[in-house]
């Protein structure tokens, strides 16, 4: 009997039955080795694997035999599944519904759009599986706090989806602060189950997810994936019709883009088929949208475009989820941002588009895996538009960096295999303050050392010194965030009372107070600033005029008008890793081809390649580009290049430069008489290897950087050792300036030297 037999032999006859009902003729690997690690031993489980491969049900098989096993276990919630989004809930609930149907295991799903009556059920009534957001978690463990060990007594297992999502995020670690608080409500540690498609590091991830529960974790190594997929990379000139750019072009152009060659040419991509068109922005995501819907009205063709992103009201994305699960819509294209990348399953896509560059590999990868499914190969093209440049447009500005970016990330999955590894925070100051409000409103009162040792046991907060702790306690206390009772124990303040009465404290992540946008009766989503009545502003893809404003209740009524414009919302552009950077200095400097560049990406490559040829970029990184200024092409990741531009303005006198600029983790400008300009690397070079690189030091005493959504209430000095820890990395600065560092190299809390 082979492995998978046995396997099979342990699940209950339903599911069994599940398994004929859907046609399936073997377990597949994934599934096996799920089932050997929840039926077989007591550890934790981390299950990587593709897109479509099935890991929900891998997951919820043993899980349920193991149910079935315990039959006779007490009332109480037995599974808790916890995922990043509501439609992922929704979604999964929908997937599992025939299996959970057989099993008689009764499914709650508890987020904001659940109504009342139906938590109130769970509350009378806990069994089963409860699917939930880690906000809603957060709501039970203040609001619910003397029920949690009747609903969560008899926990046997969490389920986090999407943990690529969580790890080094506030997010994330706020689960892992909830895990350990429930344990410590309930009296044990329930086993641990992690699903995600793109997981960089196993080894990591695996360390993260089983945190705190005193339980090892398995990480079966996911299945080779099969190679085949079509991949397509095109590069159009912005607004630049004269110019030959080789692509199908509406019938009445006469030849050229009617509106936007790059456009034109997405439009005929995803014409008559069922599409998901990915942008990196929101405001991106609705000109996108709305330059579509525009071409459609041009040609007399029907308009099939939706949106979906996190500013829309849930009846908009839900209408564009439903539309593209549906079979019977057969032609339907929904331009999206990450909020289309996580695991909702939409069926089978013809075919998924990318404007510009995925800031990372593993974000290629779960939009690449939203196409191919249901046995065909992934599907996408990737089109990169710039501006058309003139005589005078300096050298940095000539090099395609989403072209190269495009590549770099393709061909770092396809040939390198590389995922960003996780990258834990060190310094979470922001989600310290909101849990320690949290702790103090769920217990009413505690004794300042009795929450510092609660606290500070978390697996988030481990780097966190008592002395940061305490400094953040005293800065809450004089804020009036908590209060000091006649027995010295800590409680909420007036303030903390504020904060935390509002459905939003649930929520670590930074939100602003939008305004809601509605026509007549209808929700449309919010904006971030109320503009003025007669003014028009984007949104869901469609222009709208402001009719009349409701200031206090932040309401915006508005009317709906043909065109497009141009939307902005406030927001962090991301972190690009540093392999990303080097493999496109490897990709400008090589002569390989790349066979999925279409003619005019090709074109662009060489012409780029050649320019690099001409500056001599493979010999040096300092370029002069007319009279004193000079160009750094450092290539480097974010954290490494903000490190690196701190540091040339910490020693600009030293090494005789002025006027630095930094330009995303591209380029850095600079002015310098010629003498200095030339010697910057081997100056750089020659100062890191007597005084390494200190990230504290980098960042001065007036500044105070703000980025999370607590982070106005922290002390100075704690968020500038956060933002120099957390984002600053000054390592790779020094192996990009002085080779491979030695095992010998010493690091300490303030930065990184060399030996």
Not at 323 to 349: N, Q, W, Y
Not at 553 to 569: A, P
Not at 673 to 702: K, M, T
């Amino acid at each position: 009997m082979t492995e998978a037999d046995r396997i099979f032999a342990e699940f209950p006859d339903y599911i069994r039955e599940f398994i004929y009902r859907n046609g399936w003729t073997e377990l597949r690997q994934t599934q096996i080795d799920a089932a050997r690690v929840i039926l077989q031993t007591d550890d934790n489980l981390l299950l990587s694997s593709p897109t479509a491969s099935g890991k929900t049900e891998a997951a919820f098989f043993p899980v349920l035999a193991d149910l079935e096993r315990h039959a006779d276990t007490v009332a109480g919630v037995q599974v808790l599944y916890i995922a990043p989004l509501k439609s992922l809930i929704n979604d999964q609930f929908l997937r599992l519904d025939e299996l959970l149907d057989m099993s008689g295991v009764p499914v709650c799903h508890w987020h904001g759009d659940v109504s009342a009556s139906h938590k109130t059920r769970l509350l009378k009534d806990p069994r089963g599986i409860l699917q939930i957001t880690p906000e809603s978690l957060e709501s039970l463990l203040i609001n619910r706090s003397s029920s949690i060990h009747a609903i969560f007594g008899a926990l046997r297992f969490v389920i986090l989806d999407e943990i690529h999502t969580m790890i080094g995020s506030d997010r994330g670690n706020q689960i892992l602060c909830q895990l350990c608080r429930l344990a410590r409500a309930i009296g044990h540690h329930p086993r641990r189950i992690g699903l995600s498609a793109t997981v960089g590091d196993l080894r990591v991830a695996a360390a993260w997810l089983g945190s705190g529960s005193g339980r090892a974790t398995q990480a079966p190594p996911p299945p080779e994936q099969k190679r085949l997929m079509k991949l397509g990379v095109a590069h159009f000139y912005i607004a630049n019709p004269d110019e030959k750019q080789d692509v199908p072009v509406g019938e009445d152009s006469g030849g050229h883009a009617s509106i936007d060659a790059g456009y034109e040419y997405l439009y005929d991509c995803v014409r008559d088929r069922k599409c998901l068109v990915f942008s990196n922005s929101r405001e991106e995501t609705e000109v996108v949208t709305a330059t579509l819907r525009q071409i459609a009205r041009l040609r007399k063709e029907p308009d099939v475009f939706l949106i979906h992103h996190g500013n829309l009201s849930a009846a908009i994305r839900e209408e564009a989820e439903t539309k593209m699960k549906d079979p019977s819509v057969p032609v339907a294209v929904t331009c999206a941002t990450v909020t289309m990348e996580l695991g909702v399953d939409i069926g089978r896509l013809d075919r998924v588009a990318q404007m510009g560059a995925p800031n990372t590999v593993a974000s290629f990868l779960q939009r690449l895996g939203r196409s191919g499914r249901r046995g065909n190969p992934p599907e996408m093209v990737v089109i990169c538009r710039e501006e058309s440049p003139l005589p005078n447009t300096p050298l940095p500005q000539l090099i395609p960096w989403e072209l190269l970016k495009s590549i770099a990330v393709i061909e770092l999955y396809t040939e390198d295999r590389f995922l960003e590894p996780p990258v834990p925070r060190r310094f979470p100051f922001s989600l310290a303050f909101h849990q320690t409000l949290s702790i103090v409103a769920s217990r009413g009162s505690v004794p300042p050392a009795e929450l510092a040792k609660q606290l500070l046991s978390y697996p988030p907060f481990a780097l966190l010194e008592r002395e940061h702790y305490r400094e953040l306690l005293r800065s809450m206390v004089e804020q009036d965030y908590l209060m000091i009772h006649e027995d010295r124990s800590l409680g909420i303040g007036l303030k903390g009372e504020r904060v935390i009465s509002s459905f939003r404290f649930y929520a670590v992540f930074k939100d602003s107070e939008d305004f809601t946008v509605r026509c007549g009766s209808e929700e449309i989503g919010t904006i971030a600033d109320a503009p003025a009545i007669g003014e028009t502003f984007a949104l869901a893809g469609k222009l709208w005029e402001v009719l009349d404003t409701d200031l206090q209740r932040h309401l915006i009524f508005v009317k709906y008008l043909e065109g497009k414009k141009e939307i902005s919302w406030p927001g962090d552009s991301g972190f690009v890793h540093t392999r990303i950077l080097e493999k496109m200095r490897e990709i400008l400097l090589c002569d390989k081809e790349y066979r999925y560049l279409m003619p005019n990406a090709a074109a662009r490559l060489a012409s780029a390649r050649k320019l690099a040829r001409k500056a001599r970029l493979s010999e040096r990184m300092s370029v002069p580009i007319g009279g004193m200024q000079w160009v750094l092409f450092p290539w480097l990741g974010t954290r490494a290049c903000q490190a690196l531009h701190r540091y040339l303005l910490r020693h600009a006198a030293q090494f005789g430069i002025s006027g630095i600029q930094r330009e995303g983790c591209y380029y850095i400008t600079f002015r310098a008489e010629q003498q200095a300009g030339a010697a910057l690397e081997e100056n750089i070079a020659r100062c890191l290897r007597r005084e390494g690189i200190h990230v504290r030091e980098l960042v001065s005493d007036a500044e105070c950087p703000a980025f999370d959504k607590f982070d106005d209430v922290i002390p100075p000095e704690l968020l500038r050792l956060a933002f120099a820890e957390d984002r600053l990395n000054g390592e790779e600065v020094i192996r990009r300036f002085c080779g491979t560092m030695t095992e010998e190299k010493k690091e300490d809390a303030h930065g990184q030297h060399l030996p």
